[in-house]
T-cell receptor
Framework: GESVGLHLPTLSVQEGDNSIINCAYS??????FIWYKQESGKGPQFIID?????DKRQGQRVTVLLNKTVKHLSLQIAATQPGDSAVYFC???????????FGAGTQVVVTP | KAGVTQTPRYLIKTRGQQVTLSCSPI?????VSWYQQTPGQGLQFLFE???????NKGNFPGRFSGRQFSNSRSEMNVSTLELGDSALYLC????????????FGPGTRLTVT
């Protein structure tokens, strides 16, 4: 697989800094929000998800924040590392069995 | 456990031909979803199968079809290929409902000339 998206917005981050990737979602009825990471030559990889009845969830070095009022989702990566360089996608689902709708993606470039 | 495998990894076809792509999910996973990824449209949902039944379908023409076998392996078929079908086709599997904890394969790069 390959990471496609030649015209994606790009976030340039210095190694060791925190990254914040933003996503606006469209469906107020969505119940699940998920972040994926796609490295060059690979398929997307699940990072973390959050249900609509939560506003924050933490994982290992990552935090997802959900603001339903403005339909905004963000992914925070602490102490960004070179291995975090990838395209990050947010996705939403109406319910457990709903279709997964992906956002456009953000290219994260970690500089030394 | 072995990950999701997709075959072939690369494929070149000409307009008007048809193509079949194959996906083997992670052992024990019963749900398989297919996505098309292009620079212009991003990642778009094609369809999803669970226990050999299509549960959801995206907004693609009828030329795109799929099926799932009793061993959970899945195939997708595109008939009468068009230049715009050139894309990376990704398959993802999950234990039950798709999306959460969904594992993607490396994809099949299809080029239509």
């Amino acid at each position: 697989g390959e990471s496609v998206g030649l015209h994606l917005p790009t976030l340039s981050v210095q190694e060791g800094d925190n990254s914040i990737i933003n996503c606006a979602y469209s469906n107020s009825a969505s119940d699940y929000f998920i972040w994926y990471k796609q490295e060059s030559g690979k398929g997307p990889q699940f990072i973390i998800d959050i249900r609509s009845n939560m506003d924050k969830r933490q994982g290992q070095r990552v935090t997802v924040l959900l603001n339903k009022t403005v339909k905004h989702l963000s992914l925070q990566i602490a102490a960004t590392q070179p291995g975090d360089s990838a395209v990050y996608f947010c996705a939403e689902k109406k319910n457990s069995w709903g279709k997964l709708q992906f956002g456009a993606g953000t290219q994260v470039v970690v500089t030394p | 456990k072995a990950g999701v495998t997709q075959t072939p990894r690369y494929l070149i076809k000409t307009r008007g031909q048809q193509v079949t792509l194959s996906c083997s999910p992670i052992s024990g996973h019963r749900s398989v979803s297919w996505y098309q990824q292009t620079p212009g449209q991003g990642l778009q949902f094609l369809f999803e199968y669970f226990s050999e039944t299509q549960r959801n379908k995206g907004n693609f023409p009828g030329r795109f079809s799929g099926r799932q076998f009793s061993n959970s392996r899945s195939e997708m078929n595109v008939s009468t290929l068009e230049l715009g079908d050139s894309a990376l086709y990704l398959c993802a599997s999950s234990l039950w409902a798709p999306g959460r904890e969904q594992y993607f394969g490396p994809g099949t790069r299809l080029t239509v000339t």
